[in-house]
């Protein structure tokens, strides 16, 4: 986001120009929209615990900055995951028109449209700079957006985690075979991984980890990194804390608008949600990426918590099954290989150049 736009978006109903294909193409105003003077109240239902670092906190400080960037003609009030619905209900929720917007993750609605899982994480695929890069300039909006036209919902990028880790086991992955029989919380494609890996997945939300985690109920669980595991205590659930997270290699968090909402602001306001959208998908990925490694430190020296890298044969067994799952889906669904195709197209692409600039960086500094 450029910052003469951010600038000009503080001033209340401050209509910003242009530049709105890099939010996901424009939208056209009706005739309802033309009022500018109007005001209006929204909701935001998010998948996380109540003021969450990073997570419940980004989705916060967003609906505050539409808020504060509008002046106030758009006022949206924030209910963290089970204060208004059910955390997993979100999409539910927006695409009813019960709330206006909500904040989660893409992968958390694998059952109404599978090729929604593109648009968060695939294993062993785009980090979070690979991702924003597709998403906003190599058609990868355009896509999400005709993944959910059928639910009446408008996606946005809005947050990104960066690489995770892989997660907290209470038990050592020596080999593959420790996989086998192992419950563990873990969502998306990545689930589908560790269940050909052996492993059965469960999916809780974020809210339900730790007390599963602590009374054995799952032996192991991805979150999603230092600062965040370490909010959740999760270290005082399991031992051993491993890396990298091949499942969520650049995590991206989404901002769901309901269409018809959207479609009643006045196109100054339009312009302020997808803007206000794209200021907090860098500013969160910039909080995780300085706030991972003072917490990463304390993990380490305070805790006594043994960090630890997957075993080599075990990253190549679950590198090869992530493929599989990966072309089966692409094979399962005709928009979901037309977003596979256009993801894997970008991520050669982009891997081609960043194995000269970025790899070649940090094989050398």
């Avoid at 006022?75 to 539910?92: C, H, I, N, Q, S």
């Avoid at 995770?164 to 075979?177: A, H, L, T």
């Avoid at 969520?248 to 949600?273: H, R, W, Y």
Wanted: proline share 5%.
């Amino acid at each position: 986001m450029k910052r003469r736009d951010f600038v000009k978006a503080l001033g209340a109903g401050a209509a910003l120009a242009g530049g709105l294909s890099a939010c996901g193409g424009e939208q056209k105003p009706n005739a309802a929209a033309a009022r500018s003077d109007e005001t209006f109240k929204w909701k935001m239902v998010t998948t996380w615990p109540e003021n969450f670092p990073g997570l419940g906190t980004g989705a916060a400080r967003l609906a505050e900055m539409i808020t504060t960037m509008s002046g106030e003609r758009i006022r949206v009030k924030v209910y963290a995951g089970g204060e208004l619905v059910p955390p997993l209900e979100a999409f539910d929720a927006v695409s009813r028109g019960t709330v206006e917007l909500g904040h989660g993750a893409a992968y958390y609605w694998k059952g109404k449209a599978p090729a929604a899982q593109f648009f968060a994480a695939v294993p062993f695929g785009m980090n979070a700079q690979e991702m924003n890069a597709w998403l906003y300039y190599g058609g990868g909006i355009e896509l999400w957006k005709k993944v959910y036209e059928p639910f009446g919902i408008i996606p946005a990028p809005a947050g990104n985690t960066g690489v995770q880790m892989g997660g907290w086991f209470n038990k050592e992955i020596r080999s593959v075979g420790d996989l086998n029989g192992l419950r563990m919380r873990i969502p998306g494609l990545g689930a589908e991984v560790l269940e050909r890996a052996g492993g059965v997945p469960v999916t809780l939300p974020g809210g339900e980890i730790f007390t599963s985690l602590k009374t054995g109920v799952i032996d192991a669980t991805e979150w999603v990194g230092p600062w965040n595991d370490l909010a959740f205590g999760l270290h005082q659930a399991a031992k051993y804390y491993y890396y990298p997270g091949w499942h969520e290699a650049g995590s991206t968090l989404e901002c769901m608008i309901n269409k018809a909402a959207f479609e009643k602001l006045p196109e100054d306001l339009q312009t302020i949600v997808l803007r206000a959208c794209q200021a907090i998908n860098m500013d969160m990925l910039s909080e995780f990426t300085a706030r991972n490694p003072d917490a990463l430190a304390a993990l380490q020296t305070r805790h006594g918590v043994d960090v630890r890298p997957f075993p080599p044969e075990v990253m190549q067994k679950l590198k090869g099954l992530a493929r599989d799952v990966v072309s089966d889906l692409a094979a399962s669904d005709a928009l979901a290989k037309e977003v596979h195709d256009s993801y894997f197209a970008f991520f050669e692409k982009v891997r081609a150049w960043h194995d000269v600039s970025e790899r070649a960086h940090y094989d050398t500094r």
